[in-house]
């Protein structure tokens, strides 16, 4: 079972496919004119605006929500993964995918907000939606939520609960099945309450744990100042082969860095435009710019946190590719811990050499709600495709099915070995991020449009309002609902 997994993990994720989401992210950066860099500003003065609605959440609420989906194990556990199989260079390559990523992430959440629509009285959209209205494919559309499906539903969860299982007995010694079945008991009393009850949740938890995440970081970083150059020299030059001793992974550096950059940020992936269409905006690009500083947040912040903490305190290894197959090849070509196997163990460990007996709790807690808080964007994510799929039928118990399987996925995975739990969710992620960077490279015009809109009102001195007319758009009812209701308030 593991060799047929990892032969489909290295099939999907060829070189086509980083290939594909480092050269999508260059071109789309290059179409908006860098607004990654242009509009940061513009970025960090969206993050409060808009309201709640009894249709929609406010872009703060879904701010939080996207976050929660990339804030996960991927930011401690998935780096330490990257490190162990690509380097240090890996976080370098890491940082570029957030980089170009966050052009790819400000497309794709602008087109679900265009094309999103009102279901059973909540705004829900994402690529299946875009696909169908602005490509007019609904073979696509359909092929993509039955993807999102399976991998939200059923690939990507065990990842989160085995992290966090591992991580909670790597601290205080407790059976990952017990975790798993914990896990799963808050987790339901979470979805059954839907949409709103995840958003207030995470709009609590995510912002705080991350803020507490990176202090933490920033104190091991702060007492080891003086090696930070050292640190930093030394992940540019193994990201270019340029480091001795890591010749052997520069290959890999670039592709573990990719594959987690996405993992971790999921720009391109099309998981987070799902949560960007349930946002209440007047205008699709304020949700696109928001999302596109997330990616930031989640990257540049969380993420180079968790790579600084362990390269600066040497608590890692480096897995030699060449072990068992070159004669006289050593196991690692780093070796700085002993008989710790890649993931959160490398963080615990980092954090305990500051904070001896108590770092290891913190990045337990840490995990567990990173993780919780992704297991419940993956619901609502998977919760949206099943609702696309079953729309016609108007049936609650698809629903009902979804979280019992996610249930036992969790409980599944908190006892699986970490290799196998971190391959399938690999899968899950490649097989979503085929599907929408193609998708997005062909309706990639009326995102352009709307940005250009935006900017035009913006200088106008106005608050921009969208009206899909303006630039070329149809198929998009809901905006004209939100235009009359808007009207009727004034």
């Known amino acids: 079972m593991e060799e047929i997994i990892g032969m489909l993990n290295d099939l999907v994720w060829s070189n086509a496919l980083i290939i594909l989401c480092l050269g999508s992210g260059l071109y789309f950066s290059i179409r908006t004119r860098f607004l990654q860099v242009r509009h940061i500003k513009e970025m960090i003065r969206l993050l409060f605006d808009g309201e709640s609605s009894d249709s929609g959440v406010s872009s703060f609420q879904a701010l939080s929500m996207s976050l929660a989906g990339r804030v996960g194990t991927g930011n401690i556990a998935g780096v330490a993964t990257a490190i162990a199989f690509g380097g240090p260079g890996a976080l370098f390559w890491m940082w570029i995918v957030a980089f170009f990523g966050a052009s790819t992430a400000f497309i794709e959440a602008t087109l679900a907000q265009i094309y999103k629509e009102k279901d059973k009285g909540s705004?829900?959209?994402?690529?299946?939606?875009?696909?169908?209205?602005?490509?007019?494919?609904?073979?696509?559309?359909?092929?993509?939520?039955?993807?999102?499906?399976?991998?939200?539903?059923?690939?990507?969860?065990?990842?989160?609960?085995?992290?966090?299982?591992?991580?909670?007995?790597?601290?205080?010694?407790?059976?990952?099945?017990?975790?798993?079945?914990?896990?799963?008991?808050?987790?339901?009393?979470?979805?059954?309450?839907?949409?709103?009850?995840?958003?207030?949740?995470?709009?609590?938890?995510?912002?705080?744990?991350?803020?507490?995440?990176?202090?933490?970081?920033?104190?091991?970083?702060?007492?080891?100042?003086d090696r930070l150059p050292n640190i930093i020299a030394l992940i540019f030059k193994s990201a270019f082969n340029q480091e001795a001793g890591f010749g052997a992974v520069f290959g890999l550096a670039v592709q573990w860095g990719v594959k987690r950059g996405i993992y971790s940020n999921e720009a391109g992936q099309g998981s987070a435009p799902h949560i960007a269409a349930a946002a209440n905006v007047s205008h699709p690009t304020k949700q696109g710019l928001v999302q596109a500083f997330s990616v930031y947040i989640d990257t540049i912040l969380v993420c180079s946190a968790t790579g600084f903490m362990i390269l600066i305190t040497g608590t890692y290894n480096v897995q030699n590719p060449n072990f068992g197959n070159k004669q006289g090849a050593s196991e690692f070509l780093y070796s700085g811990l002993a008989s710790v196997t890649p993931g959160a163990g490398y963080t615990q460990s980092a954090m305990?050499?500051?904070?001896?007996?108590?770092?290891?709790?913190?990045?337990?807690?840490?995990?567990?709600?990173?993780?919780?808080?992704?297991?419940?964007?993956?619901?609502?994510?998977?919760?949206?495709?099943?609702?696309?799929l079953t729309r016609k039928l108007k049936s609650p118990v698809y629903n009902y099915i979804l979280r019992g399987v996610m249930i036992a996925v969790m409980v599944y995975g908190s006892i699986n070995t970490a290799k196998l739990a971190w391959t399938i969710g690999d899968i899950g992620v490649g097989l979503m991020a085929w599907f929408n960077i193609i998708a997005i490279l062909l309706l990639q015009k009326p995102a352009l449009a709307a940005l250009k809109d935006y900017e035009r009102q913006r200088k106008e001195g106005k608050d921009p309002t969208f009206d899909p007319k303006d630039i070329g758009v149809t198929n998009t009812p809901i905006w004209d609902e939100i235009r009359e209701e808007n009207l009727r308030k004034k």
Request: no cysteine; aromatic share 16%; proline share 4%.
């Open 123 to 225: 705004l829900r959209g994402g690529p299946s939606f875009y696909i169908e209205k602005g490509l007019n494919i609904k073979w696509f559309a359909t092929a993509f939520a039955i993807v999102a499906v399976i991998a939200m539903g059923v690939l990507l969860p065990g990842v989160q609960a085995n992290s966090v299982a591992e991580g909670i007995d790597n601290a205080f010694q407790i059976d990952p099945l017990i975790t798993g079945v914990a896990l799963s008991a808050v987790f339901a009393a979470i979805v059954f309450g839907g949409v709103k009850r995840i958003a207030k949740f995470t709009e609590l938890i995510v912002p705080f744990m991350a803020i507490a995440y990176i202090i933490a970081a920033i104190v091991i970083v702060v007492i080891d100042f």
């Open 352 to 388: 305990d050499t500051v904070f001896p007996g108590v770092g290891s709790y913190f990045v337990a807690v840490a995990l567990f709600f990173f993780a919780f808080t992704t297991i419940l964007a993956y619901y609502y994510i998977a919760e949206t495709n099943v609702s696309y």
